[in-house]
């Protein structure tokens, strides 16, 4: 959130009242607007190409944690490319609108998200922190 436009602890509250977020970028590096909405299940939308480029398809899996939007192409977006992701969106809006789906959506990308975090109280995770440090660290 650029410029301190919104108080990181408004954060949470604004997205439990969303409807979703759009998240636009076809790339992410670490894609934080993308872990708080899932974190305050939000539902999410995002392109394919997200997915795809940021190898993110263990966590955003389209029609269960997220929807989408979009094509897997490195090529640029047409103007039919651009009409079709604008419709692909509402339409996307439009099924969230029904309070069912927008919580199954926003539920299961919240347990998705907790699922596949490392977490200190899990001796598993702690291992498993430990061996990708001695992986990628060595001494």
Known sequence: YPDGLIGHLKVRGMLS??????????NDAPGYSCYESLAAACP???PRRLIWRCQMADLLIPGETCLVFDRETHEGLTEQDVLDCTREIRENLDRLRDPEENQRIGMAGHKRLQE???SKDK???VESLREFFKR???E
Request: aromatic share 10%.
């Open 17 to 26: 009242r969303s409807l979703a977020i759009v998240h636009l970028k076809s």
């Open 44 to 46: 999410l939308i995002v």
């Open 116 to 118: 596949i975090m490392w």
């Open 123 to 125: 001796k598993e995770d």
């Open 136 to 138: 990628n660290f060595p």
